[in-house]
């Protein structure tokens, strides 16, 4: 299994503030997705990171995939309530067809 | 489309029951898994199905299993249920393992007592 760590585990933040969540490995991943999940649901899919280097933007949110692909980052700028929930990374292998999770990121946004 | 579909939402179980939980799927997708969901473990790959009539274990297999006779439907039994399988249970589809969008289920919270 090619362990991935997320950090920071938690983050409370107020409304408006800027915040980075990262995904590391020292295994590479021939892709990497991120996810959001809200209490009592299942993960919904944000992007698929695929190229080195690669950055993609979702209106406040930057996810990027770093050069090596063995990490990636998810900023958020001005944050909202909404953005509250569980954001999980998770890696496809070079090799094998099991997608590896993160243990997630709980953020918590308050008005 | 109704998605990916779970059934039951919630279950108590007593140690030592079996059960079966539910998992279906409408879109037609050839790659279907089962997680498990624990506080601060994250999703753990239980087993995994590439198609019809083909299973493999995922990361936690065991006291699991699954078979799956059609494109559509993957259910995961429980043989012997311990208190160490209370957790929530996700069911998740996709076109393929990697670049694809893993679509999950709603989730089966299992409690064993």
């Known amino acids: 299994t090619q362990l991935l760590e997320q950090s920071p585990q938690f983050l409370s933040i107020q409304e408006g503030e800027n915040l980075t969540v990262y995904c590391n490995s020292s295994?590479?991943?021939?892709?990497l997705q991120w996810y959001r999940q809200e209490p009592g649901e299942g993960p919904v899919l944000l992007v698929t990171v695929v190229t080195g280097g690669e950055v993609k933007k979702l209106k406040r949110l930057t996810f990027q995939f770093g050069d090596a692909r063995k990490d990636s980052s998810l900023h958020i700028t001005a944050a909202q309530p909404g953005d509250t929930g569980l954001y999980l990374c998770?890696?496809?292998?070079?090799?094998?067809?099991?997608?590896?999770f993160g243990k997630g990121t709980s953020l918590l946004v308050t008005p | 489309n109704a998605g990916v579909t779970q059934t039951p939402k919630f279950q108590v179980l007593k140690t030592g029951q079996s059960m079966t939980l539910q998992c279906a799927q409408d879109m037609n997708h050839e790659y279907m898994s089962w997680y498990r969901q624990d506080p601060g473990m994250g999703l753990r790959l239980i087993h995994y199905?590439?198609?019809?009539?083909?299973?493999d274990q995922g990361e936690v297999p065991n006291g699991y299993n699954v078979s799956r006779s059609t494109t559509e439907d993957f259910p995961l039994r429980l043989l012997s249920a311990a208190p160490s399988q209370t957790s929530v249970y996700f069911c998740a589809s996709s076109r393929s393992p990697w670049y694809n969008e893993q679509f999950f289920g709603p989730g089966t919270r299992l409690t064993v007592l």
């Open positions: 998770a890696g496809a292998p070079d090799s094998g067809y099991a997608l590896n």
């Open positions: 199905s590439v198609g019809a009539g083909i299973t």
């Open positions: 295994s590479v991943f021939s892709s």
